[in-house]
């Protein structure tokens, strides 16, 4: 079993930048491929970054890529996500999720996921 708490999120203006953490619980990261979606009310969630097990390859959403960077540091069990640039269209809940046995891969489908954090809230003013 692995717990996932998300932190960091809040009500920032555009522009500014975030970043929100994922700290794991239970297991050792170093062998869980994770992820970070987000969800705005009446819509799916989507996939937004996604980092490899050991931490060396990451994938990103084209709607974020330039802006956001993920990272992962094993020793911490906590992976980060670093959001520069923010746009109103980036307010959301993120979520983190973890993906057992994934040392090399980056998985970007939800439903390939088998442990998620309850989501923090990212608000975006324009």
């Known amino acids: 079993q692995v717990w996932l708490v998300e932190s960091g999120g809040g009500l920032v203006q555009a522009g500014d930048s975030l970043r929100l953490s994922c700290a794991a619980s239970g297991r050792i990261l170093s062998t869980f491929a994770m992820g970070w979606f987000r969800q705005v009310p009446g819509k799916e969630r989507e996939f937004v970054s996604a980092?490899?097990?050991?931490?060396?390859?990451?994938y990103y959403a084209e709607s974020v890529k330039g802006r956001f960077t993920v990272s992962k540091d094993n020793i911490k069990n906590t992976m980060y996500l670093q959001m520069n640039s923010l746009k109103p269209e980036d307010t959301a809940v993120y979520f983190c999720a973890a993906k057992p046995r994934d040392r090399v891969y980056v998985v970007v489908t939800k439903e390939k996921y088998y442990y998620w954090g309850q989501g923090t809230q990212v608000t975006v003013s324009s």
């Open positions: 980092i490899s097990g050991n931490g060396v390859n990451t």
